[in-house]
């Protein structure tokens, strides 16, 4: 049979479909539910008085962005190799690595909290906003870093639950905190008039409410799997661990810095265009988590086919993941083509701010189909374990096409901005491809 034959039946192949969907609703549920929450926050905070509030918001989050999203191999890592324990059966292993990466977690956490100073101190000034904008994010940055150990356990709770294929159950740690959090902003900052600092304490709270709820979900899992809670203490496990965490996080900070960098410029045309692109970012955030529902899918999946050296059951995953990846980023472009501004309009009622989200309104339209790849093949190769090759495609994307990208469009202003960011998703999309196309005919995923 040759290829496209083989890929012409796995479309048709109701069974892969349905597999698919069983892994990627309940994601995609859960992680829309967490873009809505970054929607609720910034519609609570862009209705104050000021924009230097939503400002002092965007800057906090970038500061965040680094800590959590900079260990989110945490959640990558576990679900890899927790994936492939499970479709290999190692029942025993998957314990393990959940202890590993918990305790990888916690020491985290506590080196955070004990440099939370210096972390506040070096990132503001590197981020370069106004005076006002600056004063409000350490304030807020001060209240939410406590909840660090919550946030990092609950990572390592979802990527153990999304590797042994419990979407569902994962779903539920998403959602349910995000309404807890959603319900305490209401109260804490309409309600009580809290402004930022209500904010900050309604995130504070919800960390370590999440973490119980993952906590009790974990435990009654793994009571269904007996064996697994004997597992025993095996160096060769931590190291590889740490190996693949290595990688994703030296991918993720690429990523961060990108961010970063994408803020702080924006900051430096004054606290409208920042908080104008904090708005458009959150389109972006909506996109990637919708996608990440297939992406997580693809973690589950192709783990479990490389554990069971199932080579038929790796192609079709990969094929049906990205036909149905492909059409939801059709969607998302219609959807901000359509509704794009009576969005905007939702979100802030300031003038000024309105407008100037909309004259850069099109770089959101357009974003989803362009970054669409890069979900995919993230989904691919973490549950591949290939986090080498994710780093050296971020790596490549970040110092050879973005920043050379963003120096050649300076004369653009932030429309030259936006178009660099959009080159460096390009990038990763095209890169991560190359690299799959390699491996394949090496033989490297199975």
């Not at 690595?97 to 000034?125: K, N, P, S, W, Y």
């Not at 990108?258 to 920042?274: C, Q, Y």
Request: with cysteine; charged share 10%.
């Amino acid at each position: 049979m040759n290829n496209k034959t083989f890929l012409l039946r796995q479309v048709r192949d109701r069974t892969t479909h349905f597999r698919i969907w069983v892994l990627a609703a309940p994601m995609m549920l859960s992680n829309v539910s967490i873009a809505l929450l970054g929607l609720i926050d910034t519609a609570v905070i862009g209705h104050l008085a000021n924009p230097s509030y939503l400002a002092g918001i965007s800057l906090a989050t970038v500061l965040f962005d680094f800590l959590y999203w900079g260990v989110t191999f945490l959640r990558m890592g576990t679900t890899g190799v927790v994936a492939q324990n499970y479709g290999s059966g190692d029942a025993p292993r998957a314990g393990a690595t959940l202890r590993d990466a918990m305790i990888i977690a916690l020491i985290l956490a506590l080196l955070m909290l004990v440099a939370r100073h210096e972390i506040r101190d070096f990132g503001l000034q590197l981020l370069d906003g106004s005076i006002t904008a600056t004063t409000h994010a350490s304030h807020f940055f001060e209240i939410k870093i406590w909840g660090a150990p919550g946030v990092l356990a609950t990572m390592v709770f979802i990527g153990w639950l999304i590797g042994m294929q419990k979407a569902r159950v994962a779903m539920v740690l998403v959602a349910i905190p995000c309404l807890v959090h959603a319900g305490l902003d209401l109260l804490f900052v309409v309600g009580f008039k809290l402004g930022i600092t209500g904010a900050a304490y309604a995130s504070l709270i919800t960390a370590y409410f999440s973490a119980s709820l993952g906590g009790w979900l974990v435990v009654t899992e793994l009571r269904r799997h007996s064996s697994a809670l004997a597992f025993t203490w095996q160096w060769r496990s931590m190291r590889r661990l740490l190996t693949f965490n290595w990688n994703i996080m030296l991918r993720t900070f690429c990523l961060i810095a990108t961010f970063a960098f994408f803020t702080r410029r924006g900051a430096s045309w004054g606290d409208t265009t920042l908080a104008a692109n904090a708005i458009l970012l959150n389109f972006q955030m909506l996109t990637a988590l919708a996608l990440d529902g297939f992406a997580n899918a693809l973690e589950a999946m192709v783990g479990r086919s490389i554990g069971a050296l199932n080579r038929t059951r790796f192609l079709a995953a990969v094929t049906i993941g990205m036909l149905w990846s492909i059409i939801f980023a059709l969607l998302f472009v219609g959807l901000y083509a359509l509704f794009g501004s009576s969005l905007i309009a939702s979100l802030t009622d300031i003038p000024e701010l309105r407008a100037e989200a909309a004259r850069f309104m099109v770089w959101a339209v357009i974003s989803p189909i362009i970054s669409v790849w890069c979900f995919v093949f993230d989904g691919i190769f973490i549950g591949a374990t290939k986090g080498r090759e994710m780093r050296n495609s971020m790596v490549f994307s970040t110092f050879f096409v973005f920043l050379p990208g963003w120096y050649l469009l300076q004369p653009l202003g932030n429309h030259g901005l936006w178009l660099a960011f959009l080159m460096f998703f390009a990038a990763r999309g095209a890169s991560m491809a190359w690299y799959f196309l390699k491996l394949e005919r090496q033989g490297e995923f199975l």
